[in-house]
């Protein structure tokens, strides 16, 4: 089945260290975007990319980088983690056709900093 | 700056009717979504309003006034498996393809 799928699931990681969370997507989507969602706070926009060679900054891309390998995948960087970096993070695609307006979400993976 | 309310927690019963409110106050407006989110899970895609009016798909309906900044999401004949949070998001403009989120809903549907 066309799926978001991300990698790891569940991460615990120390303070300093450099962690980078993947996404690849079968629905052959050109829109990709990653998100964190925090307790209280509801979902926020990292980084989203309409294809390879565009990469967009969204509310919160401080601490963060992504990189757009091909157009399967969407790779987010932390180049060195804080404990404020716990969060659940969800990577999300889109299709790019006018008309056509939601955002299938990945399982997320649960990153925790200590 | 970018304002999104939504009540944090609403409670009601098997087989009634539930209305989940949400008001905005954002820099623009390219459409609203609702989306439904069980504990540990993705976020699942709802409803999509960017017209004025009522949408109505199966058990849930979605309405917008854009002069009010208003929106709402109606389930009906609610059952078990509608215990989650129910997120409204806001899209900012169609070029950017910015969603801006509510903090959701998180509602608990008794028998």
């Known amino acids: ?114 | 700056g970018q304002n999104i309310d939504q009540p944090t927690e609403m409670t009601a019963t098997e087989g009634a009717i539930v209305q989940i409110n949400c008001t905005y106050q954002t820099s623009g407006f390219n459409g609203l979504f609702w989306y439904q989110q069980h504990a540990g899970e993705a976020p699942t895609f709802l409803s999509y309003n960017v017209l004025d009016g009522l949408e109505e798909k199966g058990r849930f309906s979605s309405f917008l006034s854009r002069s009010k900044g208003y929106s709402y999401l109606l389930l009906k004949e609610l059952q078990m498996k509608d215990s989650a949070s129910y997120l409204c998001a806001v899209r900012l403009t169609y070029n950017t393809d910015k969603l801006i989120f509510g903090t959701g809903t998180r509602l608990q549907v008794f028998p």
């Open chain 1, 1 to 114: 089945d066309a799926d978001v799928t991300q990698t790891p699931r569940n991460r615990i990681t120390k303070t300093g260290k450099r962690i980078m969370l993947e996404c690849s997507q079968t629905k052959g989507h050109d829109r990709m975007y990653w998100y964190r969602q925090d307790p209280g706070l509801g979902l926020r926009l990292i980084y989203y990319s309409f294809d390879v060679k565009d990469i967009n900054k969204g509310e919160i891309s401080d601490g963060y980088s992504v990189s757009r390998q091909a157009q399967a995948k969407f790779s987010l960087s932390l180049e060195s983690a804080i404990p404020n970096q716990t969060a659940l993070y969800f990577c999300a695609t889109r299709t790019g056709t006018r008309g056509s307006n939601e955002q299938f979400f990945g399982p997320g993976t649960r990153l925790t900093v200590l």
